[in-house]
């Protein structure tokens, strides 16, 4: 510790012992002195990273560039530095863990302009984000982030989905959704833009993923091939000019020549680097929470996380039912039962419950007695929560939090924002604010990815920019399962997945057909069980057919039992792209998760973290001998007990797509 204390007075003293035109050095260390950043304060303002002394990031430029000329970066003339250190653990409302270790260490350089740079360097990587001091209103016409490997370096990259893209401006509205490439810097297309996190492999075999964090009113941040050789480059989406709203979303007909305005001074999103030695370590880190704003002080009691029934994977499919099923009362009831008998605490009803066409979430279809509805789940401890648009809600948000939070509903799941301008990321956080004050929680469906809203907002609990489980629905050639042992190390690295697993028609992926009403997953039954443990779901979809659910009740009551946040995570091991294992506790008891690619693999997983002092209780569902048929079904669900010793090591056989979950109870 005092070895850090040193380097960064040497920092400080540095910082002001010369003129401030003169070109000035910073070097902030982690408190383990493992993470250095190197900036450069000339004519423009470079960082450039090492971990245990390998270069991982060229200088790489940083700056913000206003409508009126003027400029954050360029030219800046620097009066100087102050450091920080901290160390304070943090209790959040809902996460994957009940303490965060937030340790950093932090420079502010100060500018004669109105603004300073702030760099925060934590064991596990760094960040920097620009903070504007202006009085007066200002408007920034483009940020430039630049972000220089030492070579052509290999990243993991998503595109915007776009099959034949002529320009960026065609690719600003998108779903976030799409299946990562594994190919070099050199090979990305220059008119396609990535969505972050990306993932790049760096020296030594390291892991550097690249996120930003506390994005509240600014453009999002895409990435294209960078001008220099072997970068990457900041892309952001233009202010919007021309609005159109349709029935669910708001069309951008055109745009402006900048990205962002304001009043009066900001502070701006982090620019996130995330650096792991183990593919592992990327499971369980906790910068980008760390990195958010904080929550007011306030009661959260009422915040209340957990598993919810889902009527849309389904389509409203229900069979061996006495009545017509469909979006009517009766259906609704039918999921409210279904809840109450798996303890369930939450039913979503999807789109369909509001007048199609009316833009007015007051217009409910007459199938639909809302109020009865609540009453009968209320009578049953259940909560239902609400689908609608984005206009819809967007249009009259405080009337519509306002009427349906005294009717008894729970909560909105937002849908079809489709854009992370400024005026989209502006609206999550006016619906996360207006939402908490009327005590609703908040699923984002149809959004970009999570940057730390949830810590600034604990009812927003979900996020979806995930290809998730519902592309099974209508994809004729998915290939899902590379993609779940994928998706855990870079998109769920920002924060919670909107993913809906949970499927009971389980296949191999030549067994695998697209079924819109009727859907099956890719994989075994015990893949869907595992990741309801793997995958951060604060609201976790049980997606499938309450029909089908009854007809597998071993599995569908242990799915409703499995805690949806958590005391303790545990990153148990993986590589990207072939197999992941999490562990996570609640109480006294771990769940223990592992799925792989297409590959059938043994595993033998270190558990020595459980203590086993008085005997351990075991449950498991584990792939069985048939599972890597067509039908892939088959499962073994056994118990044990394991007297105490110390607990070392378990094996775990999985097939082809396969999975397993342990529950493991210390007695």
């Known amino acids: 510790m005092k070895h850090c204390f040193y380097i960064l007075l040497s920092v400080l003293f540095f910082g002001y012992s010369n003129p401030m035109w003169a070109k000035k050095v910073f070097t902030l260390y982690s408190p383990d002195a493992k993470v250095e950043v190197k900036i450069i304060v000339g004519d423009s303002i470079t960082y450039s990273l090492r971990h245990e002394g390998e270069l991982l990031l060229k200088p790489s430029c940083a700056a913000m560039q206003m409508t009126d000329g003027s400029s954050y970066g360029l030219k800046s003339r620097c009066t100087g530095s102050s450091t920080r250190k901290v160390r304070q653990q943090l209790q959040p409302v809902v996460y994957k863990k009940k303490i965060v270790d937030d340790h950093f260490n932090e420079l502010t350089i100060h500018f004669i302009e109105p603004f300073q740079l702030i760099f925060r360097a934590y064991n596990d990587g760094f960040a920097y984000r620009f903070v504007s001091l202006s009085k007066k209103p200002f408007v920034v016409k483009n940020e430039r982030a630049e972000i220089v490997f030492p070579d052509d370096a290999h990243v993991h990259v998503a595109y915007v989905n776009y099959q034949n893209p002529e320009n960026h401006e065609q690719q600003y509205k998108n779903s976030f959704e799409n299946t990562y490439r594994y190919i070099s810097i050199s090979d990305i297309e220059l008119q396609r833009l990535i969505f972050m996190p990306v993932l790049a492999e760096v020296a030594g075999g390291r892991k550097l993923c690249i996120t930003e964090a506390d994005l509240l009113n600014y453009a999002g941040m895409f990435l294209n091939k960078g001008n220099a050789p072997n970068s990457l480059r900041g892309i952001f989406a233009p202010y919007p000019k021309e609005l159109l709203p349709g029935d669910r979303n708001i069309d951008v007909i055109s745009r402006e020549n900048y990205i962002a305005r304001y009043s009066k001074g900001e502070t701006f999103p982090w620019r996130v680097f995330i650096v792991s030695k183990e593919d592992k370590e990327l499971l369980n880190n906790d910068m980008v929470y760390k990195l958010a704003t904080p929550a007011p002080a306030g009661d959260y009691s009422w915040i209340k996380p957990g598993m919810v029934a889902w009527?849309?994977?389904?389509?409203?499919?229900?069979?061996?039912?006495?009545?017509?099923?469909?979006?009517?009362?009766?259906?609704?009831?039918?999921?409210?039962?279904?809840?109450?008998?798996?303890?369930?605490?939450?039913?979503?009803?999807?789109?369909?419950?509001?007048?199609?066409?009316?833009?007015?979430?007051?217009?409910?279809?007459?199938?639909?007695?809302?109020?009865?509805?609540?009453?009968?789940?209320?009578?049953?401890?259940?909560?239902?929560?609400?689908?609608?648009?984005?206009?819809?809600?967007?249009?009259?948000?405080?009337?519509?939090?306002?009427?349906?939070?005294?009717?008894?509903?729970?909560?909105?799941?937002?849908?079809?924002?489709?854009?992370?301008?400024?005026?989209?990321?502006?609206?999550?956080?006016?619906?996360?604010?207006?939402?908490?004050?009327?005590?609703?929680?908040?699923?984002?469906?149809?959004?970009?990815?999570?940057?730390?809203?949830?810590?600034?907002?604990?009812?927003?609990?979900?996020?979806?920019?995930?290809?998730?489980?519902?592309?099974?629905?209508?994809?004729?050639?998915?290939?899902?399962?590379?993609?779940?042992?994928?998706?855990?190390?870079?998109?769920?690295?920002?924060?919670?997945?909107?993913?809906?697993?949970?499927?009971?028609?389980?296949?191999?992926?030549?067994?695998?057909?697209?079924?819109?009403?009727?859907g099956m997953s890719q994989g075994t039954r015990c893949r869907q069980l595992a990741t309801y443990v793997l995958y951060e779901m604060p609201l976790a979809m049980m997606s499938d057919n309450p029909v089908h659910y009854r007809a597998e009740d071993a599995c569908a009551r242990f799915i409703a039992s499995i805690p949806t946040t958590w005391d303790e995570t545990v990153a148990v091991g993986g590589t990207v792209g072939e197999w992941v294992a999490i562990a996570r506790r609640k109480g006294n008891t771990w769940y223990v998760a592992a799925i792989s690619n297409w590959e059938a693999r043994d595993l033998t997983l270190d558990l020595s973290f459980i203590e086993n002092k008085q005997g351990l209780s075991l449950e498991i569902f584990k792939d069985g001998i048939n599972a890597f048929r067509a039908a892939a079904h088959d499962y073994k669900h056994e118990y044990a007990f394991i007297p105490a010793a110390p607990t070392s090591v378990h094996t775990l056989k999985l097939a082809p797509g396969g999975g397993a979950v342990l529950k493991i109870t210390t007695l």
């Open 311 to 518: 009527d849309w994977w389904c389509n409203w499919n229900l069979y061996g039912v006495d009545f017509m099923a469909g979006v009517n009362n009766k259906t609704y009831q039918y999921f409210i039962d279904f809840a109450a008998d798996y303890h369930i605490p939450y039913i979503i009803m999807d789109e369909g419950w509001s007048v199609s066409g009316k833009r007015n979430l007051f217009h409910v279809v007459p199938e639909i007695n809302l109020l009865e509805l609540v009453e009968y789940a209320t009578a049953r401890n259940v909560g239902i929560i609400l689908w609608c648009g984005y206009y819809p809600f967007s249009r009259d948000m405080e009337r519509v939090c306002n009427h349906y939070a005294n009717m008894g509903i729970k909560g909105f799941k937002i849908d079809f924002m489709d854009r992370d301008d400024q005026i989209s990321t502006d609206f999550h956080r006016k619906a996360a604010e207006m939402t908490l004050k009327y005590k609703l929680l908040v699923d984002f469906h149809g959004t970009y990815k999570p940057t730390g809203l949830q810590r600034t907002y604990p009812n927003v609990l979900n996020f979806e920019g995930v290809y998730g489980m519902e592309q099974l629905k209508w994809n004729p050639n998915p290939d899902q399962v590379p993609y779940e042992v994928t998706v855990p190390y870079i998109r769920m690295v920002a924060g919670p997945m909107d993913y809906t697993p949970g499927i009971m028609r389980n296949s191999t992926r030549g067994g695998f057909a697209p079924i819109n009403s009727d």
